[in-house]
């Protein structure tokens, strides 16, 4: 990887900066601009950038770039340049027939043993690039532990948080939304007409949504400014909780007109990339609901991107909306998408969902791994699940045995279901973790990669759906001993479909599994449909909606079925032995009828 020069241009002159790894061997490289006449430009450091390779993005301002030899003399160089423009982009890339398999990467990983936990790796990595790279002084560090939220803590303790802190605002990109939210509490505001005004605060602490909405457009133009600051932020609260479905779903077109007012007449009051997000949804839940055609509202979305007077720009959850509003231009907007953004952890995650070819799949993880990107579990089920859409459980089974080898115990480890809350929380953490390797890694390029950095349980409803996947009996046995050694938990509607299919000899360990999971299911079952937990994506793994009883109840008629189908195996075989146990135990369970 290339550490990129901060370099700042100055108008009429050529640009020349040294730009170049840490690697003596590598000639040094140049960037040249050609256009002097356009707007200042700013490279700014790898370690803020972001980019592990040309994107071809379209600047006017920018001009376009070269790079050359700034060894050579202008006539030399001018021979020597390539455009950058002209270089494919990322996404282009991963067009290519690819021979990187992660599976093998992992296998031949000779990495220390990762840390205990997710948690210990965070704090001890951004604390460690803090001393490296940001290196505060004892006097700044006394200064931020006199303002600690809480001075009871141990010294040493706090010194840790302090740097994990800093790290974390240096690294992070959403402090976008506290930033615009801090920029719009600045904007002035006008005095509003007493009446109205009394109106809107009245209803602004009701329930009436609706009649909120239509006094906020009895207010004069420019309406935002005629709110109190405090006022205008409790209304944007307000809407961006409002839900699609339920009783919501009429006030959609409203909310939609309040969101394009606030763009087109907020006078420097600007909507956060969460509220244009949810902008961004409803106005296309709201096309939906006109029965407008998908290519009518591909081109609105087009014109709202491209032509508006005031262009939307696309934050990662917005492409990862439109992948799944328009399924049939994935490719058209996937190149759309990697011109405009470069490879982050979510801007991976989205492609990753939505690549088609197993070359794609294959040079997408290369691409992560040259941004020295982790495994993370949510990274890992997107994997594990592109390995079956593939049909390529058998990689997909031998790349969670390396994992789970690698970490070599994890049966203690709890497994909880998360709360989309907490989820995103998780993200943003990985995210900022990444962004700490990469920095570390190209500050010191020997440093050796790894994909593992720390030990986590894999998901039970993602090994579950790779358990079913498998087409050979030895690899379900090979991989339902690997859930039983590690204490991973069997979905009661993966086991019934095992059973429907499996051989006399998998069913005690299935059944030792099922009577081993009952708790799982039960919260299972507690969350599926629980608004604060992915009820869409839970609902996938519920075979029988009312109570985990009947699922085993139903586990209990075939298993019970197979026994009694197995009468020429003698009593003293121990499978039908260590089966009639499981049965005993698991009649417990069920209650005879």
């Not at 839900?243 to 087109?264: F, M, N, T, W």
């Amino acid at each position: 990887m290339m550490k990129i020069m901060s370099i700042r241009s100055f108008r009429g002159k050529k640009i020349t900066g040294a730009f170049y790894r840490h690697h003596s061997q590598l000639p040094k490289l140049s960037f040249t601009v050609i256009d002097q006449d356009k707007s200042d430009i700013e490279y700014h450091s790898a370690h803020a950038a972001n980019t592990i390779n040309p994107e071809r993005k379209h600047v006017p301002s920018m001009g376009r770039i070269f790079l050359s030899s700034p060894t050579h003399n202008d006539s030399e160089s001018s021979e020597n340049q390539i455009d950058i423009n002209s270089l494919p982009s990322w996404y282009e890339r991963l067009q290519k027939p690819s021979s990187y398999r992660i599976e093998e990467d992992i296998k031949q990983s000779d990495c220390n043993i990762p840390y205990r936990s997710f948690q210990r790796c965070y704090s001890r990595v951004l604390a460690l690039y803090t001393d490296t790279f940001l290196s505060l002084t004892k006097s700044h560090m006394r200064e931020l532990q006199a303002r600690f939220h809480d001075p009871n803590v141990a010294a040493n303790i706090q010194e840790q948080q302090i740097k994990i802190d800093v790290a974390v605002r240096k690294l992070s990109d959403l402090s976008a939304n506290t930033f615009i939210m801090y920029k719009r509490l600045k904007v002035k505001r006008l005095t509003p007409p007493f009446y109205l005004h009394q109106q809107f605060l009245v209803h602004l602490g009701a329930k009436n949504t609706s009649k909120l909405l239509d006094l906020y457009f009895d207010l004069p133009e420019p309406r935002p400014l005629y709110l109190k600051r405090e006022e205008f932020e409790r209304l944007m609260s307000l809407i961006l909780r409002l839900k699609i479905s339920g009783d919501h779903r009429a006030l959609v077109p409203r909310v939609v007109e309040v969101y394009e007012d606030i763009r087109q007449n907020g006078n420097g009051i600007n909507l956060t990339p969460f509220e244009e997000t949810k902008y961004f949804s409803l106005l296309l839940n709201s096309w939906k609901e006109q029965n407008l055609s998908q290519e009518e509202k591909y081109h609105k979305v087009l014109d709202l991107k491209l032509s508006s007077k005031k262009k939307l720009k696309f934050c990662p959850a917005m492409w990862n909306i439109m992948l799944t509003h328009f399924p049939e231009k994935v490719e058209e907007i996937m190149k759309m998408m990697a011109n405009e953004t470069g490879i982050t952890r979510s801007t991976s995650e989205i492609f990753l969902r939505h690549l088609q070819t197993y070359d794609e799949f294959n040079n997408a993880l290369e691409l992560m791994k040259l941004k020295y990107f982790h495994v993370d579990p949510w990274l890992m089920d997107i994997i594990l699940e592109k390995y079956i859409y593939f049909d390529k459980s058998n990689e997909a089974l031998q790349l969670l045995s390396e994992t789970l080898a690698i970490f070599e115990d994890v049966s203690t480890l709890n497994w909880t279901f998360s709360t989309q809350k907490f989820q995103r929380t998780e993200l943003f953490k990985v995210d900022i973790l990444n962004k700490t390797f990469f920095d570390l890694h190209n500050e010191m390029p020997d440093k050796p990669f790894t994909w593992l950095r720390y030990k986590f349980k894999p998901s039970p409803l993602t090994v579950g759906k790779l358990l079913v996947s498998l087409k050979r009996d030895d690899q379900r046995l090979s991989l339902l001993g690997l859930m039983k050694k590690q204490n991973i938990p069997l979905v009661n509607k993966f086991a019934v479909q095992l059973l429907s299919e499996c051989s006399f000899r998998s069913l005690p360990i299935i059944l030792e599994l099922v009577n081993s999971s009952t708790r799982f299911n039960s919260q299972l079952h507690n969350v599926f449909k629980d608004s604060r937990y992915d009820v869409n994506y839970l609902n996938n793994f519920v075979l029988d909606q009312r109570e985990p009883l009947f699922e085993l109840k139903e586990i209990f008629r075939q298993s019970l079925k197979i026994y009694d189908d197995s009468a020429n195996v003698a009593d003293t075989d121990p499978t039908r032995a260590a089966v009639a146990d499981q049965l005993v135990q698991l009649n417990d369970e069920v209650g005879s009828d």
